[in-house]
């Protein structure tokens, strides 16, 4: 599992030695996977909907006894949990090797099994001509029911041997999983989702941009074509890693289905001498019998039980100011020491101080890789400031982008064999940057000191913002290796050796935005910086499509400037505020664009937040599906005391009336008081519904089965209703 020590652990494993099972069954109280181990290898023969502990699973086998199809294999080649082309299978391996003339055929046999009850197991096999050795590790976790499945391979050979590819697992899905949701998205939209039919061959997504990217996000959904939110079957595959990545969903001639996920590794990049071995990053699947929503909160769940640790799980996570669209490189002492005394007036609890306050760094195209305080702009270092923020009762967070280096910069300068670079080609450019080699630890080293030294000089930095602002296109150190899986665990390694040196120190993961949001990095970091649009309308697109895996709790969500800075866009505060609410909220303008009544609107927004952000993080998030003409979406506390419904209307109505909101997830047999909570006015084409119930107590069957018509209202308006059981 790729879990950092400053991190909780996942589930506590005692495994013991049983080589006589024939079928092993994992079960929570929702899902079951049954794994045949009479084959050579072993094989996911079952993953749904819970079955029985005590169900004679071995009919199964009988129940799957097939005629040989013409023109076919007489027995087809399992999709085992690592398919290989030594035993014949003709859809993708999933494991490659070279090296040696038999490399490409080997094939481990499964040797030994050892589980811990229902909820974990481990295969090891072995291929005694080749002397490579798999280990399979899956745990279903009994409380959230996510699968995490990670493959170790073991070079046990006298020879070096080069791993091409070993995917993290490979998962056979029944028949009917015809559809698949894939997430896809550029610089400022992130998140975006398209609906694809399975067609015979394989739908492959491959990321080479030595991040997790704004475009390939590393996770798919498969499901029946009819699986909405809250109905239907589907699975949902996440892996958890920051690199090059590949998923792979393909539909066989004999109509079976496999998903397979894995690292994307570089012809070259992972020899293994003898004695060696890769451990692929951990793969989570979220099954869902009724819908996308349960799919999401088990994944929600997991995040917060198994990745964040309990620190980030149980404060209050505070309102941030940052400085970035305020001021940009536009640093000045006085200035940010007026923005701090707004920003705590109005309620902001934590300020950033982004990018522009280190040495040079006076736009874009130098300072990178100098960090030390710019004495030019901070001539007294950063005390006056910290120390004006810390007054003002607020925390003081920093942004730095470690792994970056302008070639103005003295860091370059001394260094110019530190970056990763290609033989023989010259740079490409990228916002003026190049990368650190960080697979070489004299370059880490540096990095840990510089960050370290600003950490002990102001000991009252309490968070950082680690940005990641360019594509990883040349990929080679000094000795011509390509290194993107060495990078990625360097990066890792260098953000938890910060955080066990600085207990407390609450990190950020930003790249452009949305760039680097995976469970990987999260794993060492805190919070996620969703994307760089604070357009509120583009937004709620952005954090609908991101919260089909992560829960509100570390979405970064900030009301932008009033005229959009990426859209141009002009949005109403109590729209901006509406949709900043539902994630980490914060604000990040400049605070002299703000009027009267801006102030008195975020004033009581960022109020509003504060009572109800332990619901937003850590109630029971449900989407409704969407028309397009509204974003809608509800969180329920988990006891179903208390819930917030929330209704964004995009465009303007195709209808003379919206819909009719029907509330889901009540107790059934409670009665429940409405009200309007957001925007405190509303200004209303003609009485609604609002003004006639709010404050009324209505049965929550009625609620729920019969629902409430909404009120007319102009698009690029947000309305957001709170639910309290009585009695
Ligand atoms: C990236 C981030 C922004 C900001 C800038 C600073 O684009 O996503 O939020 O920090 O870098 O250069």
């Given amino acids: 599992m790729q879990q950092k020590s400053t991190h909780k652990n996942t589930i506590e494993t005692k495994f013991t030695q049983d080589s006589t099972l024939d ?6 109280e929702f899902v079951s996977v049954v794994i045949d181990c009479n ?5 996911i023969i079952y ?5 029985s502990p005590d169900a004679a699973l071995d009919e199964m086998l009988m129940l ?8 076919s294999l007489s027995e087809e080649v399992p999709i085992s949990l ?8 003709t859809g993708n391996p999933g494991v490659q090797l070279s090296g040696a003339p038999n490399a490409w055929s080997v094939s481990p046999t499964l040797a030994s099994v050892a589980r811990e009850g229902n909820h974990a ?8 001509i080749r002397h490579i050795t798999l280990h399979h590790s899956l745990i279903l976790c009994p409380d959230t029911h996510i699968l995490a499945a990670s493959t170790a391979l073991i070079n046990q050979s006298d020879e070096s041997v080069n791993v091409l590819d070993l995917s993290s697992l490979t998962i056979p899905l029944p028949l009917g999983m015809d559809t698949l949701m894939s997430f896809e998205g550029r610089w400022s939209m992130e998140f975006q989702t398209r609906t694809i039919d399975l067609f015979l061959g394989a739908f492959v997504r491959e990321n080479r941009k030595g991040k997790t990217s704004h475009d390939n996000f590393p996770g798919v959904i498969v499901h029946e074509k009819a699986t909405r939110e809250n109905d239907g079957e589907c699975y949902g595959f996440h892996l958890g890693w920051s690199g090059n990545h590949r998923t792979r969903v393909e539909l066989l001639p004999e109509r079976r289905t496999y998903v397979q996920m894995g690292e994307l590794l570089s012809q070259d990049e992972m020899h293994l001498a003898p004695g060696d071995s890769y451990t692929t990053p951990t793969l989570y699947v979220s099954y869902s019998a009724s819908g996308f929503n349960r799919m999401s909160r088990q994944f929600h769940n997991y995040i917060r039980q198994h990745i964040l640790s309990d620190r980030i799980v149980s404060t209050p996570r505070p309102v941030h100011y940052n400085t970035w669209e305020g001021i940009y490189f536009d640093h000045d002492v006085e200035l940010l020491k007026h923005f701090a005394d707004v920003m705590a007036e109005l309620g902001a609890e934590r300020f950033v101080l982004d990018d522009g306050w280190f ?23 950063l005390s006056p400031l910290i120390q004006h923020v810390i007054n003002n009762g607020m925390q003081f967070g920093i942004w730095f982008e470690p792994e970056m280096v302008n070639p103005d910069s003295d860091l370059y300068h001394k260094h110019p064999d530190w970056v990763l670079h290609c033989e023989g080609t010259p740079q490409l450019g990228f916002r003026h940057q190049y990368v650190l080699d960080l697979s070489r630890s004299e370059v880490t080293e540096n990095l840990y000191s510089q960050i370290a030294t600003i950490l002990q000089e102001y000991p009252d930095i309490s968070y950082i913002k680690w940005d990641m602002n360019r594509d990883i296109n040349h990929t080679g150190s000094a000795d011509g290796q390509s290194v993107i899986h060495a990078q990625t665990k360097a990066v890792y390694a260098l953000i938890a050796r910060l955080k066990a040196a600085f207990p407390g120190l609450d990190i950020e993961s930003c790249s452009s935005g949305g760039a680097r949001i995976d469970l990987g990095i999260l794993s060492c970091t805190d919070r996620f910086w969703t994307s760089d649009s604070n357009d509120a309308l583009d937004r709620l697109w952005i954090q609908r499509g991101c919260s089909y895996f992560f829960p509100l709790l570390i979405t970064g969500t900030h009301i932008g400037p009033r005229d959009c800075h990426i859209t141009g866009r002009k949005l109403s505060m109590q729209t901006r505020i509406a949709t900043s609410l539902f994630g980490s909220m914060g604000m990040e303008m400049n605070p002299t664009e703000l009027d009267d009544n801006d102030k008195k609107l975020l004033i009581s927004g960022l109020k509003f937040y504060k009572a109800h952000r332990d619901l937003i993080h850590n109630g029971d998030y449900y989407r409704y599906d969407t028309d397009d003409e509204s974003i809608d979406f509800a969180i329920i506390d988990p006891n179903k005391s208390s819930a917030l419904f929330s209704h964004h209307s995009i465009i303007e109505s195709r209808r003379t009336m919206p819909k009719v909101l029907k509330f889901i997830g009540l107790d059934p047999k409670a009665r429940y008081t409405v009200e309007k909570v957001w925007p405190e006015v509303l200004d209303e084409y003609s009485p609604s519904v609002i003004q006639m119930a709010d404050g009324q107590t209505f049965s929550a069957e009625l609620l729920m089965k019969h629902g409430m018509q909404l009120p007319i209202l102009m698009p690029q308006t947000s309305i957001v209703f709170k639910l309290t059981k009585q009695g």
């Fill in 64 to 71: 799957s006894t097939r005629q040989e199809a013409k023109c």
């Fill in 82 to 89: 690592t398919p290989t082309r030594g035993s014949g299978f």
């Fill in 47 to 51: 993953f749904g909907d819970a079955i």
């Fill in 23 to 28: 079928l092993i069954h994992l079960y929570t």
């Fill in 359 to 381: 040495k040079g760094r006076r736009h874009e195209k130098a300072g990178l890789g100098d960090w030390q305080v710019d004495s030019n702009i901070y001539p007294e270092g």
């Fill in 121 to 128: 197991v481990t295969f090891i096999s072995t291929d005694p």
């Fill in 39 to 43: 084959k050579a290898q072993p094989v």
